[in-house]
Structure formats: structure tokens, C-alpha cells
């Protein structure tokens, strides 16, 4: 168990809708990154928040959106989807925001758009 | 452009015999290394890590070696079991504008046959 916790674990929804993915991280981690896997993709990065502020930002759609709370967790928001937009989404920990601190993936939230 | 590259999608090592995953990158400002290995309906889990100062790290079973003139990493199994088949990921990071960013490649699937 990585201690980082994402809900729901399924989501499956009609296209044009929104929807929001929740990740707790690990307690005492205070940066956040989500990540998206397609069928047989590499991890995609998304965006990294640390300590509530916005820190990087990857490949991610502007129908895409995120923020921290502040209690650390995290919301990833979808809106206006599409069918390529059915994928794996995957919340990550990590302690710091700097270099030699790994990051802990939870389970994913797996999106399904029909 | 993909800056972290596996290019062996897949691998089949006999149990008992080494495994040897390959990861290579393009980007000379990477300085910390990850590897994470995927089982099916679970996040990545963390196995071990580099530092760009150092040119292995060793961790019971697993060993990275990184030639950072020939921009590649190594991720050594010793001895493989079959436990140990999953998808594979590597993950190089570095720091963008005072944050840090990790680039995960594609992934190979690692099939230990008993």
C-alpha cells in the first residue's frame, strides 16, 4: 500500500460530460502530480501542485483542470469529454518538490467515456 | 519527442536467470533516475532509484546502472522470479524553473518463466 488513496476507482460516463477524480496523498508528501495512461501508453504527466500552489505543467488539455487543497489533497477536473479522454489517471506523492524523492502512484481511476 | 525511451516493449527471462531492462534517454539536464514496476489493476510501485553522481545503486535483488555519457540506464534482475513479471517503467527527472518534473517512458513487460 503506497498510502496515497484515489477515488472513485471506476468512472463511466457519456461524452460532453464532466467529471472530477480525487487523490489523497501520503501523509506528510506536500507535492502532488497526476498522471494519464492510455491503452498501452506510457505515463503521461499532467500537472504537479506543491503545497497547494500549481508547479509544473505537462501535456495537459485545457479542458483539464486541477488544484490542492489545503489539506494536500487533490482534484483533477475533466469537462467536455471526449472518447480519447478514456484513459487510466494516476495521482502520485511525493515528499518534496526537488530531486531524490521517488514518487508514490495510488491505484488509478479508471475513466471510461461512452 | 520522447525524451525517455524503452525500446524493448516486452521481455521473457527463464526464473533463476538475470533480467536486464533497458532505458535510454535524450535530455542531458535528467539527474535522478527512478524505476517502478506495474502489476495489472494497480498503481506503479517504487523500486529503486539514482542519483546522476552516482553510477549504480544496489538493492538486494535489484541493481540500476546509469552511463550518463551514453545517456542509459539499466535495471538488473538477480535472480528473476516469477513474481517479478510486470510492466516495467523508467523515469528520468530533472528541475524545470525551480520545480521538478519526472518523464516516464513507455514501459516493457517482463515475463518470468518458471
Known amino acids: 500500500d503506497s498510502g496515497v488513496t484515489q477515488t472513485p476507482k471506476h468512472l463511466i460516463t457519456a461524452t460532453g460530460q464532466r467529471v472530477t477524480l480525487r487523490c489523497s496523498p501520503r501523509s506528510g508528501d506536500l507535492s502532488v502530480y497526476w498522471y494519464q495512461q492510455s491503452l498501452d501508453q506510457g505515463l503521461q504527466f499532467l500537472i504537479q501542485?506543491?503545497?497547494?500552489?500549481?508547479?509544473a505543467k505537462g501535456n495537459i488539455l485545457e479542458r483539464f483542470s486541477a488544484q490542492q487543497f489545503p489539506d494536500l489533497h487533490s482534484e483533477l477536473n475533466l469537462s467536455s469529454l471526449e472518447l480519447g479522454d478514456s484513459a487510466l489517471y494516476f495521482c502520485?506523492?511525493?515528499?518534496?518538490?526537488?530531486?531524490?524523492?521517488?514518487?508514490?502512484f495510488g491505484n488509478g481511476t479508471r475513466l471510461t467515456v461512452t | 519527442d520522447q525524451q525517455v525511451k524503452q525500446n524493448s516493449p516486452s521481455l521473457s527471462v527463464q526464473e533463476g536467470r538475470i533480467s536486464i531492462l533497458n532505458c535510454d534517454y535524450t535530455?542531458?539536464?535528467?539527474?535522478?533516475f527512478l524505476w517502478y514496476k506495474k502489476y495489472p489493476a494497480e498503481g506503479p510501485t517504487f523500486l529503486i532509484s539514482i542519483s546522476s553522481i552516482k553510477d549504480k545503486n544496489e538493492d538486494g535483488r535489484f541493481t540500476v546502472f546509469l552511463n550518463k555519457s551514453a545517456k542509459h540506464l539499466s535495471l538488473h534482475i538477480v535472480p528473476s522470479q516469477p513474481g517479478d513479471s510486470a510492466v516495467y517503467f523508467c523515469a528520468a527527472g530533472s528541475s524545470t524553473s525551480g520545480t521538478y518534473k519526472y518523464i516516464f517512458g513507455t514501459g516493457t513487460r517482463l515475463k518470468v518463466l518458471a
Open positions: 502520485a506523492s511525493s515528499a518534496r518538490q526537488g530531486g531524490n524523492s521517488p514518487l508514490h
Open positions: 535530455n542531458s539536464m535528467f539527474d535522478y
Open positions: 501542485y506543491y503545497n497547494g500552489e500549481e508547479r
